[in-house]
């Protein structure tokens, strides 16, 4: 005999694979087996992303490969909600149900009602483990702090789709990052769609681990996860003031040297029309003295080239920024109008073409800064995470290296090392993105 069998399909960013592990954690405990193939499946979940046009004809596409191959689906996730949701039914009316983001206990309902649970498990042999079901390697887990955001910038339906924000009892937060440590994670991603405004949304109540009271704070936070003693990595924070107080946490090494912040653009005037609420040149007076604090600091962040109305002036405002601030990290994209967003109704949409050209310049200016970042660091010793070990070797990421976004340092002809380990080694050589060492 066996439990029921799901098959999951989990798309989109690190905030969407969380849902997709408390989901799973909880089918799990509740009996059934988690399948990696269609054919064994008895229904399949598809967690989809609606950030943006290519990112929903993916999800489309996945839920139709489903379909075809195993016939009963179940749609949860970013697209699940508004007009997205009936273009699903529209294209995929089999379809068994379709829910929005976060929405656990609906997607677990929906499981039971089409795969009725019968139990066969033993709850004293088959234990969910303590930290849940995770979808990441064992040595590293995402921590999502908080749900939606506060924000309203032209470009994104986020709100729209994750609501306003909602941030996460600290106490439940610790206890969280306190169970992975023990389960042996190396390190946590702190992530949320503002982690700088945690705790904002309840005025920075006091909550409570282990007895101690904690503020509902980002600093207080950072402070707390600073005492297990492994890498803590700081996503998806906006550059308030409030974040000079992290700097010296990572100057002093309690959390790492590594800050994504998505700027988004170097213009004011398109800031403004993006509904920012950062200025430029502030920024870069931010990023001056945060280097000043902690010279090893990791920048990170993303740019959007295109937006409605960006002038030829605005673009090179944007190349001068880049220029500026010298990030190590950097991803860029082409504005698309995503359907709901406020700045589809902006005039003077850039062409396509144009679109390119500068998404082109842009990508050559930063390769060519990030390249000789990562030449500087030759003949330094540096702390490295092992994430693959093969016939060749080991592959891992240093202190500025997230995973599956930034780089990677290769440890060619290396032995005797395992995924979760920590080694140092001296960088001797380097490309664009990628380091290697010995």
């Known amino acids: 005999m066996s439990n029921n069998k799901v098959g999951f399909v989990s798309l989109g960013c690190p905030k969407a694979l969380v849902d997709s592990e408390r989901i799973l954690t909880q089918l799990k405990m509740d009996g059934y087996d988690i399948v990696p193939t269609y054919e064994d499946a008895q229904v399949v979940v598809v967690n989809t992303c609606g950030f943006i046009d290519s990112a929903k004809q993916e999800s489309l596409d996945a839920i139709g490969e489903a379909i075809s191959a195993n016939g009963k689906v179940i749609v949860t996730g970013c697209m699940g909600k508004g007009a997205d949701a009936q273009s699903i039914m529209n294209q995929h009316p089999k379809v068994l149900s379709v829910t929005g983001p976060a929405a656990y206990e609906e997607v677990v309902g929906a499981v039971h009602e089409y795969v009725p649970h019968t139990p066969v498990h033993d709850p004293y042999i088959d234990l969910v483990p303590p930290q849940g079901v995770k979808l990441t390697p064992r040595h590293y887990a995402y921590l999502k702090i908080s749900e939606g955001c506060n924000h309203s910038c032209s470009f994104c339906i986020i709100p729209d789709m994750r609501g306003t924000l909602v941030s996460r009892p600290i106490g439940d937060v610790m206890e969280e990052a306190e169970r992975l440590a023990k389960a042996g994670v190396r390190e946590l991603l702190v992530i949320s769609q503002d982690t700088s405004a945690y705790g904002v949304d309840i005025k920075y109540r006091t909550g409570f681990w282990n007895g101690r009271p904690l503020k509902t704070r980002m600093q207080e936070l950072c402070e707390a996860l600073g005492e297990f ?87 090179s405002m944007l190349l001068d920024f880049l220029q500026e601030a010298q990030l190590d990290r950097v991803g860029c994209f082409q504005y698309s109008p995503v359907e709901g967003a406020k700045a589809n ?53 240093s202190s ?18 395992s995924p979760g380990d920590f080694v140092e080694a001296e960088v001797t050589g380097a490309d664009d993105y990628d380091l290697w060492a010995g």
């Not at 100057?251 to 040297?257: F, N, S, Y």
């Not at 609420?277 to 280097?291: N, T, V």
């Not at 390249?371 to 060749?392: H, M, N, R, S, Y």
């Open 345 to 397: 109704i902006l005039p003077d949409h850039v062409p396509d073409e144009v679109k390119q050209e500068r998404w082109n310049q842009f990508m050559e200016l930063q390769q060519g800064i990030s390249a000789a970042k990562l030449q500087a660091k030759i003949g330094k010793t540096i702390e490295i995470l092992i994430d693959e070990v093969d016939e060749q070797g080991a592959i891992g990421r």
């Open 400 to 417: 500025a290296d997230a995973p599956e976004i930034d780089g990677k340092v290769y440890l060619d002809g290396v032995d005797g090392l």
């Open 229 to 315: 003693g492994i890498w803590v990595r700081l996503h998806y924070v906006y550059p308030y003031p409030h974040v000079d107080k992290i700097v010296p946490l990572m100057a002093e090494g309690k959390i790492l040297p590594y800050l994504d912040i998505p700027f988004q653009h170097g213009s004011p005037d398109v800031l403004k029309r993006m509904k920012r609420p950062a200025a430029a040149e502030k920024s870069l007076d931010r990023i001056r003295a945060w280097r000043d604090i902690c010279p090893d600091i990791t920048l990170r962040s993303t740019f959007i080239v295109g937006f409605p109305g960006e002038t030829d002036d605005e673009f």
